[in-house]
């Protein structure tokens, strides 16, 4: 079956730390991957996507890749601002029944201090 | 931009009682989902709807749960007899014909069931 499995957090930085989330997969077919960011008493924003194997989606400094033969997408970032304190959400498409649905990860909380 | 909204953003109920979740998809979207996160867990579908049917529901999406798009605008949750257990934030998303697979998440309701 279909499954992400994302590294425990919390994880606390300080700012301008680099940071890397671990996001790994297990899917039949070749899934999109996605990571969504939820900020404290908001709801879902998607932060970036790759649809395809070696694919790098990238956004607000943020970069992941697409890596079929390790089947993960870790998020990294190359400098973190107190801003970036969020949960993120790694999370694959699974194609079924003519719709996709998700399969999210547990989610990992970042803080990043001043 | 465009963006998925949901109301209420908070709901205390009794058990038993019914409850209606509301989202307003983005207005070109065509495929809409239901999706619940328990407090401290994973983000879990629940339903994926299509051309006024439903495509594809979980193992949660029991009796209880039903769905409804009452008109061009709104896509509903009813939850008929709540339980404590159906205490969670609920999403609803949304997605376009021609990039199904990236999907739009409203802000939530938070559902409280006492």
């Known amino acids: 079956g279909n499954s992400v499995t994302q590294m425990e957090g919390p994880v606390t930085l300080s700012e301008e730390a680099f940071l890397t989330i671990n996001c790994t997969y297990t899917a039949t077919g070749y899934p999109s991957l996605f990571w969504y960011v939820q900020y404290p008493g908001e709801g879902l924003q998607l932060l970036l996507k790759?649809?395809?194997?070696?694919d790098k989606g990238s956004n607000k400094g943020f970069e992941a890749t697409y890596r079929k033969e390790t089947t993960s997408f870790h998020l990294e970032k190359g400098s973190v601002q107190v801003s970036d304190s969020a949960v993120y959400f790694c999370?694959?498409?699974?194609?079924?029944?003519?719709?996709?649905?998700?399969?999210f990860g547990t989610g990992t909380r970042l803080k990043v201090l001043a | 931009e465009p963006e998925v909204t949901q109301t209420p953003s908070h709901q205390v109920t009794q058990m038993g009682q019914e409850v209606i979740l509301r989202c307003v998809p983005i207005?070109?979207?065509?495929?809409f989902y239901w999706y619940r996160q328990i407090l401290g867990q994973k983000v879990e579908f629940l339903v994926s709807?299509?051309?006024?049917?439903?495509?594809?529901k979980s193992e949660i999406f029991d009796d209880q749960f039903s769905v409804e798009r009452p008109d061009g605008s709104n896509f509903t949750l009813k939850i008929r007899s709540t339980k404590l257990e159906d205490s969670a934030m609920y999403f609803c998303?949304?997605?376009?014909?021609?990039?199904?697979?990236?999907?739009?998440f409203g802000p939530g309701t938070r559902l409280l069931v006492l």
């Open positions: 790759a649809t395809k194997a070696d």
């Open positions: 999370a694959l498409s699974a194609h079924a029944s003519g719709t996709y649905k998700y399969i």
């Open positions: 709807f299509y051309n006024n049917e439903i495509s594809e």
């Open positions: 998303a949304s997605s376009e014909e021609e990039v199904q697979e990236t999907q739009y």
């Open positions: 207005s070109n979207h065509l495929y």
